[in-house]
């Protein structure tokens, strides 16, 4: 059993804290107090959870994190999820464009089972493509065209996530394989 540190939690309760001023759009009184009261219970419910590692290589701290990173990272992610919305709308519009709907396999090495629900969250994310399963190191992701998967397939998604965690640029994307579906 892992013990949390006070960094950890601090930044738990911040991020639910924040999550919850945005969500609710109130920021009187009433509503900071019940914000707070709902963030601890929250908290004070999946504190045994947080406790448990799953995974050999799970997160022991959010200390790991390269939180300047992070902050690149989400507005890069944003411009990318805009740009495949685009794509797809576009596909959507001219629906004589042919779609070629495929399964992408590919190993990822990427140095944590965080760092790898982070990659899985974020093609989900983007449109036009779905992770459908990851095993160990293995992700299965269905892509609406070849466009979709583009990212996976340079390294730059892959890559990304792992600056989140690492300085070093090395390749993270290998056996790559394409299933068409038509």
Not at 74 to 94: D, E, P, S
Not at 100 to 108: D, L, Q
Not at 162 to 173: I, Q, S
């Amino acid at each position: 059993m892992n013990k949390l540190s006070l960094f950890s939690l601090t930044m738990s309760f911040i991020s639910l804290m924040a999550f919850w001023l945005v969500m609710s759009g109130f920021f009187g009184i009433i509503h900071i107090t019940l914000g707070i009261i709902s963030v601890a219970s929250v908290m004070f419910v999946n504190y045994k959870l947080k406790t448990v590692r799953f995974y050999d290589d799970d997160m022991d701290d959010l200390g790991e994190l390269r939180f300047a990173r992070a902050i690149y990272y989400f507005f890069w992610m944003f411009i990318q999820v805009l740009k495949a919305g685009f794509h797809v709308v576009g596909i959507l519009v001219r629906p004589k464009m042919p779609v070629n709907t495929s399964i992408v396999k590919f190993k990822a090495d990427l140095p944590s089972a965080h760092a790898k629900m982070i990659l899985g969250n974020s093609i989900t994310l983007t449109p036009g493509t779905l992770t459908l399963d990851i095993e160990g190191d293995e992700f299965t992701v269905h892509a609406l065209d070849d466009y979709s998967f583009q990212g996976i397939m340079d390294d730059s998604m892959p890559k990304q996530v792992l600056r989140l965690f690492e300085k070093e640029d090395r390749p993270v994307v290998k056996d790559f394989t394409i299933t068409r579906n038509n």
